[in-house]
């Protein structure tokens, strides 16, 4: 499963899913990729599908892992991971080093176990309002779900997962 971020930078106020699904089809990619978020529907531990969350890796554009598998980004040590496996963005470039995200913090809406947030996700994400308040990690301690929160008006890194493995039939 690959975990992508966006080619930019969002505030609270975002149609991620969309932005996953459609810069998913732009880099060419024709798997489903679904925003790491969670929102009023969902919570982020069940984005992905039950029958890829216990045996596929977690992995980069490049195909280095950053998780063993989905399941074990919650199991309530914040998602931690090696910060020397670089995020690329959907169009190749490194979330850490690039200067298009001068925040390397992720939005997530979610607690350290991936369940909803209802009252710190931006309004389920469609508020940008300073007043309004958001989960998000700062990638530098190394975890994909730090507990921190932030006004809906920062502009952060939007991570979308890959959320339909579908295996290659001719490979």
């Not at 979330?95 to 369940?115: C, L, Y």
Request: hydrophobic share 40%; with cysteine.
């Amino acid at each position: 499963l690959h975990l992508v971020a966006l080619n930019f930078p969002l505030s609270g106020d975002m149609r991620a899913d969309f932005q996953c699904f459609r810069q998913a089809q732009l880099a060419g990619l024709t798997s489903t990729y679904r925003a790491f978020l969670s929102s009023h529907l969902q919570d982020l531990a069940t984005v992905v599908r039950k029958t890829d969350r216990h045996h596929l890796p977690v992995v980069n554009l490049q195909g280095e892992t950053l998780f063993s598998n989905w399941e074990s980004i919650f199991d309530g040590n914040g998602g931690q991971f090696n910060i020397h496996v670089p995020i690329y963005s959907f169009d190749g470039r490194n979330v850490m080093t690039d200067s298009s995200w001068p925040q390397k913090i992720i939005w997530h809406g979610s607690t350290a176990n991936g369940i909803r947030l209802v009252s710190n996700y931006c309004e389920a994400w469609h508020t940008a309002d300073m007043g309004a308040m958001g989960q998000a990690s700062p990638l530098n301690t190394g975890k994909l779900l730090d507990q921190k929160v932030y006004s809906c008006n920062n502009q952060f890194i939007v991570l979308c997962i890959e959320n339909s493995f579908v295996s290659d039939p001719q490979g």
